[in-house]
C-alpha cells in the first residue's frame, strides 16, 4: 500500500503540483506566494520525464487510472515541459505588473497540469480528461485580455473545443467498446476489432482540431496574435502536439491499413503545408505568420500520420522521424514566438539588437530545415521514412521547405519591424528563457544520440545531402526578394485575412442571431434561408405552450386509456 | 426478531415524526424546529448508514406490516433502495439547512417544514418500497406533500404553478394506480423481485405490455417524459431549497426511480425484453433528452433554463435502464445520485443569486464570478459536470451509458449523448462566459459581511459540488456511487 503511494507520487506531484498553485492564485492570501511559484511550477514534470519511473496504477482514480511513460512520451514530454518552463518564466517577467497576471497564470497553469498529464496518461480516461483540462483551461488564456478579437478568437475556439471533444468522446468510447480496454500502450494488437473507418476516422478528426489540421486549423490564426505571447508559445509548441500524440496513441498505425482515411489525411497534410504557406505570408502580423507556420508544419506531420495510415509497415521508421519533427518544432516554434515578444521591445543597445537578430534568424532556419539545423534532421528522417509509401512525397516535402523560408523572412522581417520606435528594452527574465529554447534547438541539432524513441542521427557533411537542403532554403530567399520588388510598399500587398476559410464561410452568418424571445434578429441570410428557421424556432414555443395546457395532456392520457381498454378487451 | 428488522421503517419515522411535531408547534419556536428537523436529518443518514452495512453483506433488512387481505405495507432495503436513500438523506440534511437560512425572517415556515418532512419521508418511502402498492401510497403522498411547497409564497403564479402541477401528477397517479390494482388483480401481491412473480404468472404479451404502458405513463408523468413534462418548468416559482429538491430527489427523481424499479424488479429485464417495450421507451428517452435541451436553449430565466435541463437529463436514467444490459445500466442507475449531485448544486446556486443580488436573467449575470467567486465556482463544476466533461460526475455515466450502448449493438444512443452534450455546451458555457469574463453591466452591490452570501446558503452548494466533483474524480474508490452502482447491476444481471 505505502509502496504504491510512492510510486505514483512523483506522477501526481507533476500534474496536481501546478494545479495546486493555480489555487493559490485563486486566493487572494496566497496570491504573493502562488505567483512568485508560478513560473516553476513545470519543474516536476521535467523531472518527470527524465527520470521516467516505473509505471503506477491508481484503482482509485477515474474509471482506474494508469500513468506510464514509454520513450515517446518521454520524448513528448521533455520538450513540453521545457516550453512550459521557459513560457513561464518568460510570463512572469512579459506580464510583470499587469492587474490580471494572476488570473493568466491561474488558466495557464491548468492548461499546463492537464498538458503534462495527457502525456503521461497511460489509459484513455486519464488521457481524456486531462485533453478536456487543457482545452477548457486553454480558453482562459486565449480571451485574456478581453477585448473584441479576443472574444472573437475565444468563441471560435471554444466552439471548435466543444466539437473537438465529441468527436473525440465518440471516438474513445467505440475505441474501448471494441478493443475491450482502455489502456493506451500496446493496445494495437487488437486494432483488427474495430470495424470500418468510422471509429478512427472520429479520433481522426477530432484530434485533428487540436492539431491544426486543415480544414479544422481556423482558430490557430485568430488565437494566436491575441493570446499574450509566453501563451502563444506553448499553445503552438507544445498544446497542438497534443493532438498529434492523440493521434500517435488511438490509430492503428502500424497495425491496420486504412487507404480512404490515410488519402484524406495525406491531401489535408499537403493542404495545409502549402495552403499555410500561401496564407502566412500574406499576413502583416508576426504571431499570425507563426500560426500558419505552425498549420504548414504540421501539415508535414500529418502527411507522415497519412502514410503510417497508409503502409503500417512503414510506421516503425516513420514514427520516430514524427517525433523528431515535434521536438524541433516544438523548441523552434516556442523559441520564435519568445522572440517575437521581445523583438517588440528592443532596446537601444546595439549588441542586443544584434543578438535579437541573431536569436530570431537560428530557429527560422531551422524551422525552413536549411542544413546543419534540427529542422534539417527532422526533415531527412521524415524523407529517409517516406519511401515505401511514394517517393513523389519527398519532393514535395522539399517544394514545402520553400515555402517554409519565405513564411520565416515574412515573419522575421515583420518581427523586427514591429520593434522600430520602441525605446523600451525587454528584461533579462526574458532573454534567458529564450536563450534555453535556441539552446536546446541548437544541442538537438547535433544529432539526437541515445535517446530512445528518436531516431540515431548525426549532422550530415554529404555535399549532395547539403544541397538537397539548400536548394528550397535559396530559392524560398528568391521568391521572397522577387515579390518584395513587385509589391515595394505594405498597402499594395495582397491580404488573407486570419482565419480565412471561416471567413469566407461565417460571413454569411455574420450578424446571425439564435432568435430568442424578446432579442432582435438582423439576418444577413436570404429570407429564404432565414424565414424557415425562424418560423421553426417560433413553432417550439408554441408546441411547449400546446403540451403545457391541460387538456392536451389529458385528452391524451384518455385516447390511451381507451386504446388500452380496446387491446385487453379483445 | 433481529433489531435490523426495524430500520427501514425507522428511516422513514426520522423526518415522519419531526414533521408532525412541527406541524403542532407555533410558529415563533424557531429553535425547537430547527433543533428537531437538524437531529432528524443526522439520525436518518446515520440509520442508513448502518442498514447500508446490513445490504452490502447481503443481509437486506425488511419490515411488513399487513394492511388488508393480501395487501402488506412492506419496507425492504436492497442495493437500489439504499442509492435512493442515501442520497435523500444526505441531500436533505443539506438542503434543510439552506432552506433554513433562505427561509429566514419568512411567514408560515412552520408549514413549510412540516410538509418539507413529509415530502422526504414520502420519498424515502419510496425508495425502501418493496412492493408495488407501498410504491404507491408513498408516490402519492409526495404528490399531496410538494404541493403546499409548490404553493408556499401564495402569490398568483405560484397558485397556478400549484393547479397545474396537481393535474398533471394526479392524473399520473391515477393511471399509476390503475396499472397497480390491474397487475395486482391479475397476479397477486406484486413483489420488487427482479421479476419472478410475474414470470410465474405466465400473462398474454398483450396486458403486460398494456399495464406497462399505464405504470411507465404514470411514472413519466412525474419523471417528466416528454409530452408529460410541461409542469416542470411552471412549478419551478417554488422556493429555491424546493426546487433544488424537487429536481434533484424528491419527485423527478421519484418518478425515474420507479421506472427503474419497474423495468428491473416488476417485470424483469428478460420479461422487459421479451414483450418488447424497451426499444420505444428508449426512444421516447431520447426524444426526451434532445427536446428539453432545445427548450433550455431558448430560455432566458435561469432557474427555467436549469428546469428544462433536468427534463433532458433526467431521462439518462430511463435511457440507461431500457437500453437492457449490464453497463448501461451502471450508467443509468449511477446516474440517479449524479444528476442529484449536480441539479442541487446549479439550483442551490441559482437560489444564491437570486437571494442575495435579486438576480434571475442569464443576462444579468456578467461579472457574476468576482462578486460571488464560491458560488459561481460551484455552478461551473456542476455545469462541466452536466456536460460530461471529466473528472466531473456526469462524465462516468455518459461514458457507461455509451459503454452500454455498444453492448446492446444500439450505437445511435451515441449519437442521442452527442446531441445531448452539444446542447448542453450550447446553454451552459455562455452562462459560465458571462459569470467569469465579463465585466458587470451596472456594478453589483457592495458586499457586507466577510462572506458572499449568508454562510449557510454557501455551504451546502460547496459540499454538494464538491461530491459531484469527487463522485467523478474517485469515481473508482469504493464508497463511490459508481461502485455502488456496479455492485446493483451485479446483483440484478447474476
Not at chain 1, 522521424?321 to 523548441?331: E, F, K, P
Not at chain 2, 430500520?7 to 426520522?14: E, M
Request: proline content about 6%; some cysteine.
Amino acid at each position: 500500500m505505502i509502496s504504491d503511494a510512492l510510486t505514483a507520487l512523483p506522477w501526481i506531484a507533476a500534474v496536481s503540483w501546478p494545479m495546486l498553485v493555480a489555487m493559490g492564485l485563486a486566493s487572494s492570501r496566497a496570491r504573493g506566494v502562488a505567483l512568485a511559484l508560478a513560473p516553476w511550477a513545470a519543474l516536476p514534470a521535467l523531472v518527470l520525464a527524465v527520470a521516467a519511473p516505473a509505471p503506477a496504477d491508481l484503482p482509485w482514480l477515474l474509471l482506474g487510472a494508469r500513468f506510464e511513460l514509454d520513450d515517446i512520451g518521454r520524448v513528448f514530454l521533455m520538450f513540453t515541459a521545457t516550453l512550459w518552463l521557459s513560457a513561464g518564466v518568460y510570463a512572469r517577467q512579459y506580464l510583470d505588473g499587469a492587474p490580471a497576471a494572476h488570473r493568466f497564470f491561474a488558466f495557464f497553469l491548468v492548461a499546463m497540469a492537464g498538458n503534462v498529464g495527457l502525456i503521461a496518461a497511460g489509459d484513455a480516461v486519464l488521457f481524456y480528461t486531462c485533453f478536456a483540462l487543457m482545452s477548457f483551461a486553454s480558453y482562459g488564456v486565449i480571451v485574456h485580455t478581453g477585448d473584441r478579437e479576443a472574444l472573437h478568437a475565444g468563441r471560435v475556439y471554444i466552439t471548435l473545443v466543444i466539437v473537438g471533444e465529441l468527436l473525440i468522446f465518440a471516438g474513445l468510447l467505440s475505441w474501448a467498446g471494441f478493443t475491450g480496454g482502455t489502456r493506451l500502450i500496446g493496445w494495437t494488437a487488437t486494432a483488427a476489432q474495430i470495424p470500418g473507418p468510422l471509429v478512427t476516422g472520429l479520433l481522426l478528426v477530432g484530434f485533428g482540431i487540436k492539431a491544426g489540421a486543415v480544414p479544422l486549423h481556423v482558430w490557430l490564426p485568430l488565437a494566436h496574435p491575441v493570446a499574450p505571447t509566453p501563451a502563444s508559445a506553448v499553445l503552438s509548441g507544445a498544446m497542438i502536439k497534443a493532438g498529434l500524440l492523440g493521434w500517435i496513441r488511438f490509430l492503428p498505425l502500424g497495425e491496420a491499413a486504412s487507404p480512404d482515411l490515410a488519402f484524406w489525411c495525406m491531401a489535408g497534410g499537403l493542404g495545409a503545408a502549402f495552403g499555410g504557406a500561401v496564407a502566412g505570408v500574406l499576413q502583416d502580423n508576426p504571431k499570425v505568420t507563426l500560426a500558419y507556420s505552425s498549420i504548414s508544419q504540421m501539415g508535414l506531420m500529418t502527411v507522415a500520420i497519412g502514410a503510417g495510415l497508409a503502409a503500417p509497415e512503414a510506421w516503425p521508421l516513420l514514427l520516430p522521424a514524427v517525433v523528431l519533427y515535434a521536438t524541433h518544432h516544438a523548441l523552434a516554434k516556442g523559441a520564435l514566438f519568445l522572440g517575437a515578444g521581445i523583438a517588440q521591445h528592443p532596446g537601444r543597445s546595439a549588441g542586443a539588437r544584434r543578438a535579437m537578430t541573431a536569436g530570431l534568424v537560428l530557429p527560422a532556419l531551422a524551422i525552413a530545415g536549411a542544413p546543419f539545423t534540427s529542422g534539417a534532421l527532422a526533415k531527412l528522417a521524415l524523407k529517409d521514412a517516406l519511401p515505401p509509401v511514394g517517393g513523389a512525397l519527398a519532393l514535395l516535402l522539399s517544394i514545402a521547405a520553400i515555402g517554409s523560408t519565405l513564411l520565416m523572412v515574412r515573419f522575421v522581417s515583420l518581427a523586427l519591424a514591429s520593434g522600430v520606435g520602441s525605446r523600451s528594452g525587454a528584461r533579462a527574465g526574458m532573454w534567458i528563457p529564450w536563450a534555453l529554447l535556441t539552446t536546446a534547438g541548437a544541442v538537438l541539432a547535433l544529432g539526437p544520440r541515445g535517446i530512445a524513441g528518436l531516431p540515431e542521427m548525426a549532422p550530415s557533411l554529404e555535399p549532395g545531402v547539403i544541397w538537397s537542403l539548400s536548394w528550397p532554403v535559396a530559392a524560398g530567399l528568391v521568391l521572397y526578394w522577387t515579390a518584395r520588388r513587385l509589391w515595394p510598399r505594405a498597402r499594395s500587398e495582397p491580404r488573407v485575412p486570419p482565419g480565412d476559410v471561416l471567413w469566407v464561410a461565417t460571413r454569411p452568418f455574420a450578424t446571425f442571431r439564435v432568435p430568442v424571445a424578446g432579442a432582435r434578429t438582423s439576418p444577413a441570410l436570404p429570407g429564404a434561408v432565414m424565414e424557415p428557421l425562424a418560423r421553426a424556432w417560433s413553432e417550439l414555443t408554441s408546441l411547449e405552450k400546446g403540451l403545457t395546457r391541460w387538456y392536451t395532456t389529458g385528452l391524451a392520457l384518455l385516447l390511451l386509456l381507451v386504446a388500452l381498454t380496446m387491446v385487453v378487451g379483445r | 426478531m433481529n433489531w435490523t428488522y426495524w430500520l427501514p421503517l425507522l428511516v422513514v419515522l426520522t423526518s415522519l415524526v419531526p414533521g408532525v411535531i412541527i406541524f403542532a408547534l407555533p410558529e415563533g419556536r424557531v429553535v425547537t424546529r430547527t433543533v428537531l428537523n437538524l437531529t432528524g436529518a443526522v439520525l436518518k443518514i446515520a440509520l442508513v448508514w448502518l442498514m447500508m452495512r446490513e445490504v452490502y453483506a447481503e443481509r437486506n433488512p425488511e419490515f411488513r406490516m399487513p394492511l388488508v387481505q393480501d395487501v402488506d405495507l412492506l419496507l425492504r432495503a436492497d442495493a437500489l433502495a439504499l442509492l435512493f436513500v442515501s442520497l435523500s438523506a444526505f441531500l436533505w440534511l443539506l438542503t434543510t439547512i439552506y432552506a433554513i437560512a433562505y427561509l429566514e425572517r419568512s411567514p408560515n415556515r412552520g408549514r413549510f417544514f412540516g410538509f418539507f418532512s413529509i415530502c422526504v419521508s414520502a420519498t424515502v418511502g419510496i425508495g425502501l418500497a418493496g412492493n408495488l402498492l407501498t410504491f404507491v401510497f408513498f408516490y402519492e403522498l409526495l404528490t399531496l406533500s410538494t404541493y403546499p411547497l409548490v404553493v408556499h409564497r401564495g402569490t398568483e403564479a405560484s397558485l397556478q404553478a400549484g393547479r397545474v402541477y396537481l393535474r398533471y401528477t394526479i392524473a399520473g397517479g391515477a393511471l399509476l394506480l390503475t396499472g397497480a390494482v390491474w397487475l395486482q388483480a391479475a397476479v397477486g401481491p406484486v413483489l420488487f423481485d427482479g421479476g419472478d412473480t410475474l414470470a410465474r404468472a405466465d400473462l398474454d404479451a398483450a396486458p403486460l405490455v398494456a399495464i406497462f404502458v399505464l405504470l411507465v405513463a404514470g411514472l413519466g408523468v412525474k419523471a417528466a417524459l416528454v409530452p408529460l413534462h410541461s409542469w416542470l418548468p411552471v412549478a419551478m416559482v417554488a422556493p429555491a431549497p424546493v426546487s433544488a429538491l424537487l429536481h434533484a430527489v424528491a419527485v423527478v427523481k421519484a418518478g425515474a426511480f420507479g421506472i427503474v424499479r419497474v423495468v428491473y424488479d416488476v417485470y424483469g429485464i428478460r420479461l422487459t425484453d421479451a414483450i418488447g417495450v424497451a426499444g420505444p421507451l428508449a426512444v421516447l428517452a431520447s426524444i426526451t433528452i434532445l427536446y428539453g435541451s432545445v427548450q433550455a436553449l431558448r430560455q432566458t430565466d435561469l432557474k427555467k433554463r436549469l428546469a428544462y435541463s433536468t427534463v433532458s437529463q433526467v431521462s439518462y436514467i430511463t435511457l440507461g435502464v431500457t437500453i437492457l444490459g449490464a453497463s448501461a445500466t451502471i450508467g443509468g442507475i449511477v446516474h440517479l445520485v449524479h444528476q442529484g449531485l449536480m441539479k442541487i448544486t446549479l439550483f442551490f446556486c441559482a437560489g444564491n443569486i437570486a437571494e442575495t443580488l435579486q438576480v434571475h436573467r442569464i443576462d444579468e449575470l456578467d461579472g457574476m464570478g468576482a462578486r460571488m467567486p464560491w458560488t459561481m465556482a460551484a455552478f461551473t463544476i456542476a455545469a462541466f459536470g452536466m456536460m460530461g466533461v471529466p473528472p466531473m460526475a456526469g462524465f462516468v455515466t455518459k461514458w457507461y451509458l455509451g459503454l452500454g450502448a455498444l453492448e446492446a449493438s444500439q450505437p445511435w444512443v451515441i449519437g442521442v449523448l452527442v446531441g445531448s452534450t452539444l446542447l448542453n455546451a450550447a446553454y451552459f458555457l455562455p452562462i459560465l462566459h458571462r459569470a467569469w469574463f465579463r465585466r458587470p453591466v451596472t456594478p453589483f452591490p457592495v458586499r457586507r459581511g466577510r462572506l458572499e452570501t449568508h454562510w449557510a446558503l454557501l455551504m451546502p452548494p460547496l459540499v454538494t459540488a464538491a461530491a459531484a466533483l469527487f463522485a467523478g474524480l474517485f469515481a473508482s474508490a469504493p464508497p463511490s456511487p459508481l461502485e455502488w452502482a456496479r455492485l446493483i447491476a451485479e446483483r440484478a444481471y447474476e
